[in-house]
Every structure is written in C-alpha cells, then in structure tokens.
C-alpha cells in the first residue's frame, strides 16, 4: 500500500492547523506546551530528565512510583530534547514531548491511512484524517502521553500481522512492550499466526528453519517487557514492580465484570458538572461498556484481531479500576476506525457537515477541561 502525496500533506495540514488552534485556545493558560502537560505528563518528563531512580517525589516511596510508566516514550523525550536548540528547564522537556507525541501523531494518521486501505477499502481517508483530529479524547494524542506513539506501533504491528510479515510484526511488538503494559496483548495474535505457520510447513523438509522461523519472532515479541522487568530487577530487585506500584494509585484486582457493577451502582453522573471533583465512575464505566460493545461487532464481521485488541484493551485496566477508560476506549485505533465507518455511511452532506461540528465543539469544550485539569478529561 502507498500513500498519496495529497493524502501526506492533508494530514501534515491538519496537524499543524489543530495545533495552531490548541495555541490558540491555550492562551488563558500561559504556554500550550505547559497547558497539554497535565497528570502523567509530570511522570514521564521526570524519567526523561533523571531517569528511574531519582526521587518521585511521591509520599516517601522513593523511585518506586516511576516504574509505573514504561521507558519507550521517555527516552524519545529525552532524544527529542536533546537534540532541540537552546532550550532548557521544564519548558524545553514539554516542547520536546509535544514534538515527539505530535510527530508520531502524524505517523498514527499515516498509518491509519495505509490500514484502512487494506483492510477497509471503501472507507474514504478524507473522512478519516479529521475524525482522528476531531475525536473527542484526541487532545491526548498531542499531549505528553503514549497515546500517539502507542497507536502508530500497534497499528504497524498489526498491518505487518495482515502481511505475515512475522520478524517485522515482532520488533513492534517488541517496542509496544516498552511503551505500555497493555502491549502484551499483540503476543496472542502473533503467536497463533505463528502456530498457523508451523501447521502450514509441517511437510516441509527444513523442520529446523521451520521452527526458528516460527519461535525467534515470539523471543523477539516480549523483549521490550523482558528488558524493562530486568531493569527494575537490577535497580530495586522487583522484576514486577511496574504492576505492584498500581496499588498507590488504588488499583488493584476486583474484576471487570465487578468493576462495572460498582461504575453503575454509584450512579455518579453529576461528577461530570464539577471539573474538580473526583472522576464519575458511571461515566467511566459506560465507556468501558462502549468499548466491550464494539470489539464484539468486529468479531461479529470477523475481524478478530481487531476485536481482541480493543476488548482486551478495556477488560485489563477494568479489572483493577475504572478511571481513564473513557481515554483508553476513545483513543483506541480500532474504535476510531468503526467510527469513521459509520461516518462513511452518511450520504448528506449536510449531515455530515453538522456531525463535525458537533465534533469540533465537543473537542475544543474537552480540551479547555484538559487545560484546568478536569477529573473528567483524565
């Protein structure tokens, strides 16, 4: 699959015009770069300038709190930051994070483009590229998070799985590990694929080959996990600390299903009203539910890969608490791509023009909450 030139510069304009209208926005707030920093930002700005083991600053925990966040991200941080002229301070971290997030941004759209070219070849790409500026949680795509470099490594894992190009699948795999924990759920998909290769050539004479072509892709797989556990087992002696440290952020495991029954029961949706009160679990909980919703229509048009990895992106962090499922559902590759379908389907024009304004109003009213610090925009 190729990319049109057309189709590069759409995206590189739509970048730069969302980022020209988040300055915008952000002018209240004194800098953009500081105004998209808020939450986790402080985290992994913290690990791109010091590294794991300086002080969190988080009760009396130490450097424990920082294993939280895996190292991919930091380090490009750090690489950007080094590399950018003349700057310094906190500032220059969060400009160099934003220059990374919003790089890799564009690479996500890119490769959204090539995606849904293969796998969905009606689905127009000019209706694609604004909704994946325009999505609501999209801010977090621009903001010092993973969710940008997440996205593109899952969906260039995923495209060289369509591919069977395993080696290649591997080393995105590799590094979806060391962005996130949640990277982990790409082994399956590569595993069965290899496991299908395996039952292909069982008649082949070179069972050798056969079998290194099958398992170095699944060595190479987990290796950004691997690493990061003997790092943490090397500095505190706690391959899992990155999974043990949740509890400081009261996560811990109920459940999803459990999880969901105590979103609903608190039927707190008035905390959506208040930007400073803690985040409303029903809301969060009704997007996990949104989330496990679609995943089960793609698996009903087979497409299941697609559905495993959305739905397992929402059954893990669900089964030790509800807040940012709303962002992990709203920023998740497969479900934007089942909302541009259905954008796909509007024959008006006018319609269509009304649902991105909505989209235009509803985004900019999320990002001014992101800009406070809302509980609800987290």
Not at 44 to 58: D, Q, T, V
Not at 95 to 119: C, D, E, K, P, W
Not at 172 to 196: D, N, Q, W, Y
Request: contains cysteine; charged residues 15%.
């Amino acid at each position: 699959m190729t990319l049109r030139p057309s189709l590069i510069a759409l995206a590189v304009l739509a970048v730069v015009l969302r980022l020209a209208a988040y300055k915008a926005l952000s002018l209240p707030f004194g800098a953009l770069a500081d105004a998209m920093c808020q939450y986790d930002c402080g985290w992994y700005l913290r690990i791109a300038e010091k590294g794991y083991m300086a002080n969190a600053e988080f009760a009396n925990y130490g450097p424990i709190p920082h294993f939280a966040f895996f190292p991919l991200y930091p380090l490009m941080v750090k690489f950007a930051f080094v590399l950018m002229p003349e700057t310094d301070g906190m500032l220059g971290q969060e400009v160099a994070g934003m220059v990374v997030s919003n790089l890799t941004f564009l690479g996500f759209i890119l490769a959204s483009i090539v995606y849904a070219q293969r796998t969905r070849p009606g689905l127009d790409p000019r209706l694609l590229i604004p909704l994946l500026v325009l999505s609501p949680y999209g801010y977090f795509f621009s903001s010092v998070y993973t969710e940008s470099l997440f996205a593109l490594l899952l969906l260039l894992a995923c495209l060289m799985l369509a591919e069977r190009r395993a080696m290649a699948c591997a080393v995105f795999c590799a590094l979806l590990c060391a962005t996130r924990p949640t990277g982990v759920i790409m082994l399956l998909p590569l595993g069965i694929e290899r496991a299908l290769h395996l039952w292909e050539g069982r008649r082949r004479g070179d069972r050798v080959e056969l079998l290194a072509e099958t398992l170095l892709p699944m060595a190479i797989a987990p290796l950004g996990l691997s690493l990061f556990m003997a790092l943490q087992y090397a500095e505190i002696g706690d391959a899992l600390a990155f999974s043990h440290v949740q509890i400081l952020w009261d996560r811990h495991w109920v459940g999803p299903f459990a999880m969901l029954e105590q979103g609903f029961g608190q039927w707190d949706w008035w905390k959506l009203l208040d930007p400073k009160a803690a985040p409303s679990q029903s809301y969060d909980a009704a997007w996990a539910v949104i989330g496990l919703a679609v995943a089960v229509g793609l698996a009903a048009k087979r497409r299941f890969v697609e559905a495993w990895i959305l739905a397992a992106s929402v059954l893990l962090p669900l089964a030790t608490g509800l807040h940012s499922l709303a962002r992990f559902v709203g920023t998740n590759p497969f479900f934007l791509l089942v909302l541009a379908g259905w954008l796909g389907r509007i024959r008006s024009g006018l319609v269509l023009a009304v649902v991105f304004a909505g989209l235009v109003v509803i985004h900019a009213a999320t990002l001014e909450l992101w800009f406070v610090a809302a509980n609800s925009a987290y």
